[in-house]
């Protein structure tokens, strides 16, 4: 099994650009999500989905779109990218009730 | 609403001693999970020890326990016989049973002297 993988590992955009961050997992977990990492403020959830057509909005989902058209796949979509969204990017899964599986992260920069 | 509390930004312990890492959380929620993850400089997120709400006795993993003082909302971290290895950054999470969502502490820093 891979896990949750992750990919691009490294991004450098730069201001109004867009892009997709992808996430796929293949252990059948309904329960994905995204969160990123800035220094001194642990991990903030930005988008979840409990399966396959539902999301719903975490705690800092501004300037971020998230779709789950099958239970594998998670992409977080920037739609205009800004410095602020400079970060840390972990998505993860796990059954609806268990510990969460990490990705290995994403490290993104916008200039 | 959800929150979660961790007030040690960072700590120092000496190898082979025990330490607590401290959190606390806000529910209203009667069923709720409570995690406890570690992130070493490596930057991977590892899960650590898992306390359900309705559990009677406090979780153990190896080296690792949770203190579970479910009156005062608090579920602190044990870490015994600490290793240079344990040095990481370390995060308490909490899924609400109502609302699935899973949501982090600003995590405490853990330097283990030798």
């Known amino acids: 099994n891979a896990g949750v993988t992750q990919t691009p590992k490294f991004q450098v955009l730069k201001t109004g650009q867009s892009m997709t961050l992808q996430c796929a997992q293949d252990?059948?977990?309904?329960?994905m999500s995204w969160y990123r990492q800035d220094p001194g403020m642990g991990l903030r959830l930005i988008h979840y989905?409990?399966?396959?057509?539902?999301?719903d909005q975490g705690e800092v989902p501004n300037g971020y779109n998230v779709s789950r058209s099958t239970t594998e796949d998670f992409p977080l979509r920037l739609l205009s990218a800004a410095p602020s969204q400079t970060s840390v990017y972990f998505c993860?899964?796990?059954?609806?009730?268990?510990?969460?599986?990490f990705g290995p992260g994403t490290r993104l920069t916008v200039l | 609403a959800q929150k979660i509390t961790q007030t040690q930004p960072g700590m120092f312990v000496q190898e082979k001693e025990a330490v607590t890492l401290d959190c606390t959380y806000d529910?209203?929620?009667?069923?709720?999970?409570l995690f406890w993850y570690k992130q070493p400089s490596s930057g991977e997120m590892i899960f650590l020890i898992y306390?359900?709400?309705?559990?009677?006795q406090n979780a153990t993993e190896g080296r690792y326990s949770l203190n579970f003082q479910k009156a005062r909302k608090s579920a602190n971290l044990v870490i015994s016989a600490s290793q240079l290895g344990d040095s990481a950054m370390y995060f308490c999470?909490?899924?609400?049973?109502?609302?699935?969502?899973?949501?982090f502490g600003p995590g405490t820093s853990l330097s283990v002297i030798p």
């Open positions: 993860a899964s796990s059954s609806l009730a268990g510990e969460q599986f």
């Open positions: 252990m059948n977990h309904e329960y």
């Open positions: 989905s409990v399966g396959a057509g539902i999301t």
């Open positions: 529910t209203s929620d009667q069923s709720y999970g």
């Open positions: 306390q359900g709400s309705y559990d009677e």
């Open positions: 999470a909490m899924r609400e049973t109502s609302y699935d969502k899973v949501i």
